[in-house]
């Protein structure tokens, strides 16, 4: 056995059990341990911000960490913004990048670079592991790490001498598996200031983050909000939340500050479990970053990491709460199918027509999913991810991990055309691997977004060559043509009549389906 062999055997038996891979010829042992060991299911991206990004969409829907592998440090360099954004996420990941063998790095040939010095912004955990002997004991650590509550970027540079060294027969046998680190406890003189201050009457908003979002932590959530009368809603960038008919609806705050800060005035206390205190994303000149009121009282109920259901299941044992019917439940409620030109509260009433039971959406349709979030509360009940991050190029890749973590489950992504062509290839390793995935396309033909922000930040009126960078209508970009040269089925649509049947046609099949939406 080879160092490589003992790196795949080691994740297989740590339970890390896809690997999302891009290699080069410093990988060459690892892919070629692939085909010595059985098990690992392996799926190729063609660019590395897919195989980041679909490892965080994995680890979203299965809570267990995928593993990547990426060619030193200029294959990690390109897969690092959907690393940040998994980490932003929570998302456990084993980053497996390959590295000269140690006597060729001295040589300082091409591709020699400083790979932990790229790693270490985006990741949680690096090592370079030293020899063929040491690799079993840093892949341990490595998934360790990355399963460490509440999910983590582990790291693990493997040169290519430590790949294709033999490892001893003396020195093979299992260690063990790693051991796995609980959540952090509910802090029981939290709960008591928190039951304190739902007891006082005053308007008090419990907002949720990480797994709170999931359908146990919205119902005690609920309860909470039966007895007491305070509000629930969510963090805007939420991982995965758990949504429509039948279940708590905790409505995300949203992402223009006016807009969030109006939504927020009214409270005099704020609870987070789970959630950060709720900032804008970006600096605005004249206004403040944080969105609570002024004079609210913040207090962070439980961490991401910590035992976030414990937490309310224990604040909501302390208020009497858990004899109440959760509030806020709404009932399914499909919409008629509307006709028409393409209006985005139109496409929202289309998707939330149509949007199968147990489906999972990946948002990243920027401006125009703004007006999906009330409508599809009533929907059929689904899972909600969104870019934790803000670093575009996000959807389709993890559309693929969460594909792969859950298959029985039909994936919409909801995907702005700027965004799309960060990630396109993603169609790609749809088709290859025959993942049940249909994709909107907005296509708007602009950074629409960035129209907004230009006047929002106090940057005024666009010019002309400040308009150039901000629309890609020029020329057009063909998302049907892009996405049958890559072998995924599509369709144009031009008005909501041809929109319902593009997408029925999508959702009906079991492979990947492409609409393209002209707005
Ligand atoms: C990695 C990265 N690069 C650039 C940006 C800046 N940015 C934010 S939104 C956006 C355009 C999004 O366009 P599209 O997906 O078409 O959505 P729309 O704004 O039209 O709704 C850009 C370039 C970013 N957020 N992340």
């Not at 940040?84 to 980053?95: L, T």
Request: net charge negative; with cysteine; hydrophobic share 45%.
């Amino acid at each position: 056995m080879n160092g490589a062999e003992s790196l795949v055997r080691t994740l297989l038996d740590e339970g890390v059990e896809v690997c999302f891979t891009n290699p080069g010829t410093s990988e060459m042992h690892f892919v070629a341990a692939l085909d010595r060991v059985e098990g690992m299911r392996c799926v190729l991206g063609l660019f590395e911000g897919v195989v980041t990004g679909a490892a965080d969409g994995y680890w979203r829907m299965s809570h267990k960490p995928a593993s990547t592998l990426l060619h030193l440090g200029p294959g990690l360099a390109n897969g690092l913004a959907n690393l940040h954004n998994a980490r932003k996420a929570n998302s456990g990941i084993v980053n497996v990048v390959g590295e000269h063998g140690t006597a060729h790095i001295a040589l300082n040939a091409p591709l020699t670079s400083d790979i932990e010095g790229v790693a270490r912004p985006m990741s949680n955990w690096v090592h370079t592991i030293g020899s063929s002997v040491g690799v079993q004991a840093a892949t341990r650590a490595a998934v360790q790490a990355a399963a460490t509550p509440p999910g983590r970027i582990a790291t693990l540079v493997l040169p290519a001498d430590c790949a294709w060294n033999d490892v001893p027969p003396d020195r093979q046998a299992s260690t063990g598996q790693s051991m796995r680190l609980a959540r952090g406890a509910a802090n029981a003189a939290m709960i008591d200031a928190a039951a304190a201050v739902l007891r006082s009457g005053e308007p008090t908003l419990i907002l949720l983050g990480g797994l709170a979002c999931h359908e146990a932590g919205l119902a005690l959530a609920g309860q909470i909000a039966a007895a007491t009368g305070c509000s629930v809603m969510s963090e805007f960038a939420v991982a995965r939340i758990q949504r429509g008919a039948g279940r708590v609806n905790a409505p995300r705050i949203p992402y223009v500050p006016e807009a969030a800060m109006k939504v927020l005035a009214p409270f005099r206390n704020i609870l987070l479990v789970g959630a950060p205190e709720p900032v804008s994303f970006f600096a605005y000149p004249d206004k403040p970053g944080r969105q609570s009121p002024a004079g609210a009282r913040v207090l962070q109920i439980a961490d991401v990491g910590d035992d976030l259901n414990g937490t309310l299941m224990a604040l909501a044992d302390a208020l009497g709460a858990r004899k109440h019917a959760p509030k806020g439940v709404p009932e399914l409620q499909r919409p008629a199918l509307p006709e028409g030109p393409l209006t985005l509260e139109g496409i929202g009433q289309v998707i939330a027509a149509l949007l199968p039971e147990n489906g999972i959406v990946v948002d990243e349709s920027v401006t125009g999913g703004r007006a999906l979030g009330p409508v599809t509360a009533m929907a059929a009940p689904h899972d909600f991810l969104t870019s934790c991050g803000g670093a575009i190029g996000f959807g389709l890749p993890t559309a693929i991990g969460a594909a792969i973590a859950a298959p029985d489950r039909k994936v919409l992504v909801l995907e702005g055309d700027g965004s799309a062509m960060y990630t396109i290839q993603s169609l790609w390793t749809m088709a290859r691997e025959g993942l049940d995935i249909t994709i909107l396309i907005f296509a708007n033909r602009a950074y629409r977004i960035l129209q907004g922000e230009f006047a929002g930040v106090g940057a005024g009126t666009p010019g002309p060559r400040a308009n150039h960078m901000l629309n890609i209508d020029n020329p057009t970009l063909d998302f049907v043509g892009m996405a049958r040269s890559m072998g995924v089925e599509a369709g144009r649509a031009t008005d909501l009549g041809g929109l319902a049947r593009e997408l029925s046609r999508g959702l009906a099949s079991k492979g990947p389906y492409l609409v393209e939406a002209v707005l």
